[in-house]
């Protein structure tokens, strides 16, 4: 305050004066709250609202560049009670004592490398003292040196000039004595063949010769070597065209003629000439092999051939031609790859031919062989001559001649299933000696599912080979995508089972009424064998096929499930197909028996008619054949009389109304509209139910269909009262081993039903036969 009281000092404005009042104000509102600050130890950010930061300044921070530790024990004097003190210096302590630890462990871990980086320095001084010391005696030396220098200089500045003025002229003089000595020279090496070092003479005195032409003595130089050069160009001309040198003296002797100045264009023209006909004495000597006369060389002899030979003269005339005629520009090039391409078709042609001839076989080992040395032998000029397509050329015929194979296999493998199908028609004909067994059903169809599945795996073993790792093409994309899927899965394995079920259906397509040729077995057979493939081999097969060869095409492919599904609807079909050939055959025997017989002036029933015997016995040789191959399958629960009722069904009081003498002549109305009234109320029968896969829906198709076809026929013949009681034992004796066979017996007992009704109906004096009669006269027969 008496600052601010006071006067004006010496110096000072009156502004001043004036200014100082308003500029000490907030420095004295600042010192207050400070000191407000320091009473209840509060920081200064505290005081404001803020949040709490270290102060890089405060004395009593230990971690401070500005601590003091008086302000610090004033502070935690004036703070905190003596409990806290007596914490605080065991604290204290406490980690003294660690960073002193912390500090010793440091010290006795880094102790060898103090002492080895205190001796480093050491030397280091006493080395940088020595080298101190060199340098300065090599700067003194350098300097002694270099005065030397240019003492010496001085002194041989005159000689110099002159030694090298006389070098000058020695150059000169020897270059004008090789001048004079050039036709000479020329002419020797003319005498001696020596016809590269006389080409080099004449281009090293070429340029001179020119330039000082119009000097005479030059210029006669000039018309000598000229005239020796004419001589030397003829000479290589005449070598040239002989022929009688290989394709490394031919191109020598084009490099010289191009050296001598000869026309490119020209040389070009014969160079190709004189390759063409030495390639093409190759191709005739490969032609030659493929005669009909000698015997033709196997394939990978014949492709060491043509690649030694053909291929290998190919590339060193391109190298050549390409070395030579580098200056022709893209004029020449294009000459020369229509060149090779040209001779490189007739080599594909004849390869092509020879491979053709190789299809035949089996093994693809050789023949893979042979391919993979045809393709490397084309990598050299296919990269010679890109232009000239020879390397896609090449890749295109590996890839057919792949896609050739994979349809000799298909076309092998459909020829092996058709021979199994042979041998299982040979078993099933061959008549049975006395006393042996011929090969069972399940054996016949146990060795054609092993021979076709060795026969695939074989076929798929095959095909492996181009794509094994070692050949050459097998990484090109065809054999990593197309080959895989389209062509080995799609087009061979697909391709077989669809061929196999087409060939299998076309047995249920065949003429006639009794299906053709076809053996019934035959039939049953095939249709295991489909549902054999649906059931697991089809699966087990594409499962194989895709681990031998993995495919990297995503392109389409057919799903294991459609398979499976074309080859059940082919077991289906054929299955189909047996139930009616074999009913077909039973239902002749019966309708030949109705329609032969005169029923209307048969005798009374002594016995069961023999085509009756023989319709149990071949129903009951065909269970026994569809139980070697299907399960047996479920039937409806069984009566416990099944087997001795006495043909109940014709004697309950319902039945028994039909041969009531309502029956007669004098009511046919009546009887006709019992029975349709009666159908009414019956269950429907469908004949041509859809099969399932077990011995009972077979058996009950097979005698669904006999029994309608017996009941037809008995609808069309008029019966005499002795026919109607044949009838009444024929369908008694049916209904006594029939309804074993059939899923339900139910089903029997209608259609015989049918029958007897049909017969009674067609009857002028329907009398029924007593059941005790009709089981006697059964059970003796």
């Known amino acids: 305050m008496a600052a601010a009281a006071a006067g004006p000092g010496p110096g000072s404005g009156p502004g001043d004066s004036l200014e100082r009042p308003e500029a000490e104000a907030p420095e004295r509102r600042r010192k207050a709250h400070g000191m407000l600050k320091l009473y209840y130890g509060l920081s200064e950010g505290e005081a404001a609202g803020r949040p709490v930061g270290p102060d890089p300044l405060d004395p009593t921070d230990l971690n401070g560049a500005h601590f003091d530790p008086e302000v610090y024990l004033d502070k935690l004097r004036r703070e905190c009670p003596l409990a806290q003190l007596m914490d605080s210096e065991t604290d204290m302590v406490r980690q003294i004592r660690a960073l002193d630890s912390d500090m010793q462990t440091l010290v006795y871990e880094n102790y060898n490398k103090f002492i080895s980086a205190t001796d480093t320095i050491r030397k280091m001084k006493n080395d940088f003292r020595k080298m101190e010391d060199e340098m300065d005696r090599l700067a003194t030396n350098m300097a002694v040196i270099t005065e030397f220098s240019a003492r010496i200089s001085a002194t041989l500045q005159d000689r110099h000039e002159r030694i090298t003025k006389l070098a000058g ?61 004419a001589r030397l160009a003829q000479q290589l001309r005449q070598r040239f065209r002989e022929g009688g040198s290989g394709a490394p003296e031919q191109a020598e002797c084009v490099e010289l003629l191009l050296a001598l100045g000869e026309p490119a264009e020209e040389l070009c023209e014969e160079f190709l000439a004189h390759a063409r006909g030495r390639l093409e004495e190759e191709l005739r000597s490969l032609e030659a092999e493929l005669g009909p006369s000698p015997p033709a060389p196997d394939v990978l002899e014949f492709t060491d051939h043509g690649g030694s030979g053909f291929v290998g003269g190919l590339c060193q005339v391109a190298a050549a031609y390409q070395e030579l005629f580098a200056a022709q520009g893209p004029a020449g090039a294009e000459k020369l790859a229509a060149f090779a391409r040209e001779l490189g078709s007739r080599y594909f042609a004849l390869v092509e031919w020879r491979l053709a001839q190789e299809q035949g076989g089996g093994d693809n080992s050789l023949l893979v062989r042979a391919l993979d040395r045809f393709h490397r032998r084309l990598r050299a000029p296919g990269a010679l001559l890109a232009a000239a397509g020879l390397a896609e050329a090449a890749t295109e015929i590996v890839e057919r001649v792949a896609r050739e194979r994979l349809g000799h296999h298909l076309q092998g493998l459909q020829a092996a299933f058709l021979g199994c199908l042979t041998d299982v028609r040979q078993a099933l004909a061959a008549p049975r000696m006395a006393g042996k067994e011929g090969p069972g059903l399940a054996e016949l169809l146990a060795n054609v599912a092993s021979s076709i599945l060795s026969h695939i795996k074989a076929s798929l073993a095959s095909v492996h080979l181009f794509t094994a790792k070692e050949v050459s093409f097998s990484n090109k994309p065809y054999f990593r995508g197309e080959f895989c899927s389209q062509g080995v899965r799609e087009g061979l394995i697909v391709g077989f089972i669809r061929s196999m079920c087409q060939t299998a259906q076309s047995f249920c397509d065949s003429p006639g009424e009794k299906g053709g040729a076809t053996p019934p077995a035959l039939l049953l057979l095939l249709s295991r064998l489909c549902l054999d493939y649906e059931t697991a081999t089809i699966s087990y097969i594409l499962t194989l096929t895709d681990e031998q060869f993995l495919v990297q095409d995503q392109s389409p492919v057919t799903p294991v499930s459609t398979l499976c599904a074309e080859a059940r609807e082919t077991a289906r079909r054929l299955l189909t197909h047996y139930v009616k050939v074999q009913g077909l055959v039973i239902s002749q025997m019966l309708r030949k028996s109705v329609e032969t017989r005169d029923w209307l002036s048969t005798l009374e029933p002594r016995n069961v008619r023999a085509v009756m015997k023989r319709v149990v016995e071949d129903t009951t040789a065909i269970d026994v054949q569809v139980g070697l191959l299907y399960e047996e399958g479920v039937r409806k629960a069984q009566s416990s009389d099944s087997s001795k009722r006495t043909f109940s069904v014709y004697s309950s009081s319902r039945q028994q109304g039909r041969y009531a003498p309502s029956y007669t002549p004098s009511a046919p109305m009546d009887t006709n509209l019992l029975s349709n009234i009666q159908k009414l109320f019956s269950e429907r029968i469908d004949v041509f139910s859809p099969v399932e896969f077990n011995k009972v829906s077979v058996l009950t198709g097979i005698i669904k269909i006999s029994l309608k076809t017996l009941l037809e026929c008995v609808r069309l013949r008029t019966f005499g009262r002795f026919g109607l009681q044949q009838v009444q034992v024929d369908c008694h004796f049916l209904q006594l081993y029939l309804w074993r066979f059939v899923a339900d017996e139910e089903l029997v007992h209608l259609l015989l039903d049918e029958v007897v009704a049909s017969a009674a109906l067609r009857c002028p004096d329907p009398v029924p036969m007593e059941p005790s009669v009709v089981e006697v006269i059964c059970e003796r027969g």
């Open 169 to 229: 002229v020695h150059a000169l003089l020897r270059k004008l004595q090789f001048l004079f000595e050039l036709p000479s020279r020329l002419t020797k090496c003319v005498e001696l063949g020596a016809y590269g070092q006389a080409v080099r003479y004449q281009g090293r005195a070429r340029a001179v010769l020119q330039q000082y032409q119009h000097l005479p003595s030059f210029r006669a130089i000039q018309d000598d070597c000229q005239v020796i050069t």
